[in-house]
């Protein structure tokens, strides 16, 4: 009963009390009806969404609506599907699950190319260096997200990689909430934690660039990666990140799971 009341005055908070960052008709939670099938979709495609509870599900699926409803999801050169979005849509919300107000403020919209794409945006078949999945836009595409459909797809798919391109992009944009992208996620780690932290980082990165590591090597190539790489790993192999990280499993957990 008490965590049903918790539900309802999260929902509460998520619906009634926070502005959208774009202009948009913001639906009253008594009024919200979100789409029945989304649960079988969810249960499919998404393991996060699949091990929580009934509760956590619902709370889930209403921030998703909400997520949806106040961000454009736009696709390049194809038609956006129903699944397209909730994939969008899942990624956002499983790294700030466990934030009862977080709406992303700095993101306004996220580009879908179909394929990989180069430096330049471009992912025509023909074209060469065609292997970003997804990055974080700036200039004129400021904030903004670029993800690669097809990246997009294999994030959910492929359940054994510790990767997920999607959820890296959003957890660099977690890691711009304090205005810079620096590997320092300030907004989601107590101060006091950030020496210890990147004491720590830096022992991981050193592993992973004397190849005595299972994490990626991407995240060894900077701070910033290392975050966004270590935090995939978080998400999408929680238990033998646990097993074999268990100090690195503790210091996300405490960034993610408030």
């Keep these: 009963m008490l965590y049903t009341i918790v539900i309802a005055i999260l929902l509460t908070v998520l619906f009634v009390g926070l502005k959208p960052k774009k202009k948009a008709t913001i639906i009253p939670l008594e009024n919200v009806k979100v789409p029945m099938h989304w649960h079988a979709l969810l249960v499919q495609h998404i393991l996060f969404y699949k091990k929580l509870t009934n509760e956590e599900q619902q709370l889930f699926r209403f921030k998703m609506f909400r997520f949806l409803q106040t961000k454009n999801i736009e696709a390049i050169h194809f038609e956006l599907e129903e699944l397209d979005r ?11 699950f466990r934030f009862p107000t977080w709406n992303y403020s700095n993101l306004t919209t996220v580009l879908i190319y179909p394929d990989y794409f180069d430096k330049d945006l471009q992912f025509n078949s023909k074209t060469k260096g065609r292997n970003i999945g997804g990055l974080m836009g700036a200039g004129r595409f400021e904030n ?11 994030g959910f798919s492929n359940k054994t990689d ?5 959820i890296h992009e959003f957890i ?3 890691d711009k909430a304090d205005g810079v992208i620096d590997g320092i996620p300030k907004a989601l780690l107590d101060k006091q934690y950030t020496i210890p932290y990147l004491q720590l980082v830096h022992k ?12 990626r090597n991407y995240g060894g190539t900077s701070e ?5 790489v270590a935090g995939e790993y978080f998400f999408e192999r929680p238990k ?6 268990p100090e ?9 799971v408030k």
């Design 240 to 245: 033998l990140l646990k097993r074999k990280h």
């Design 144 to 154: 903004q997200m670029i993800l690669s459909r097809k990246a997009l797809h294999h």
């Design 224 to 228: 910033i990666e290392f975050l966004a």
């Design 172 to 174: 660099h944009l977690l």
């Design 204 to 215: 991981k990165m050193e592993e992973i660039n004397r190849d005595t590591s299972d994490i």
């Design 162 to 166: 510790k990767g997920n391109t999607a």
């Design 86 to 96: 909730l994939l969008i849509a899942a990624s956002a919300i499983i790294t700030v």
């Design 248 to 256: 690195l499993y503790k210091m996300l957990e405490a960034c993610f």
